[in-house]
């Protein structure tokens, strides 16, 4: 059995940004021009959306009609209208998704290819998990403006093998690791990787919770005074 071993990055990302504020829509309004634009104004004041354009109510159609149309099939999840409606996907990607992976690669060379899954082998593996249902998913955080989508990934990460090695779900800090992890590739709101996240959560003795370290969605001088690490 092979992972793909962007998954959990690509997971909680998508949990990162799907905001949990939530809006929702009659079915009447996606047929009708008008009835868009009475929607784009009413997602517009939902969210706090101040900018308005001919292109961004465009960008928002075609987001519309793709949240609609993908709800309407048999699929184990639903979409929603969040607060990145009226943004294509590489302006999402541009403004959200600041990973450092690709330089990171750069710098180390040609990638070794002997390199295997530890649990090839494995087997009884159940055709599906969601880890929701096992209480190891904290709920949808908000990055805001800020490229820390390498602290969410990682911590998300953590706080998942957390969960399932303890029984204990506890929400840990981003902010931590956007103020504190900048000695290397990783540099706060300006991007990161979750590996060198990961190494700094192992080297400095785990992560502090999120109610003590709380997210800023700006990169700060790391808090050494605090403690309570998990």
């Not at 998990?129 to 990055?143: F, G, I, L, S």
């Not at 989508?149 to 998942?160: K, M, Q, T």
Request: hydrophobic residues 35%.
């Amino acid at each position: 059995m092979k992972i793909n071993k962007f998954l959990l990055l690509s997971l909680s990302l998508a949990f990162i940004l799907g905001v949990a504020k939530s809006f929702d829509y009659h079915e009447k309004e996606v047929e009708s021009e008008e009835g868009l634009q009475g929607m784009y104004d009413r997602w517009r004041s939902h969210h706090k959306v101040e900018h308005k354009s001919q292109e961004r109510f465009n960008v928002f159609k075609t987001n519309v009609q793709h949240v609609h149309t993908t709800n309407k099939m048999n699929k184990p999840y639903k979409l929603k209208l969040n607060i990145f409606a009226d943004l294509t996907n590489q302006e999402r990607i541009s403004k959200y998704s600041d990973s450092k992976i690709g330089h990171n690669y750069a710098l180390k060379g040609p990638r070794k290819t002997n390199l295997r899954f530890i649990y090839e082998n494995a087997t009884d593996i159940p055709p599906r998990m969601d880890w929701r249902c096992h209480n190891a998913v904290t709920p949808v955080k908000n990055q805001g403006q800020c490229g820390s989508c390498w602290a969410f990934g990682a911590v998300a990460a953590v706080e998942g093998i957390n969960a399932i090695r303890t029984g204990q779900l506890v929400a840990l800090s981003e902010q931590q690791l956007v103020d504190c992890d900048n000695k290397g590739i990783s540099q706060g709101c300006s991007g990161g990787l979750q590996c060198e996240a990961f190494k700094w959560i192992a080297d400095n003795g785990g992560l502090l919770t999120e109610e003590w370290y709380p997210y800023t969605m700006k990169t700060e001088e790391c808090n050494r005074s605090k403690v309570l690490a998990i």
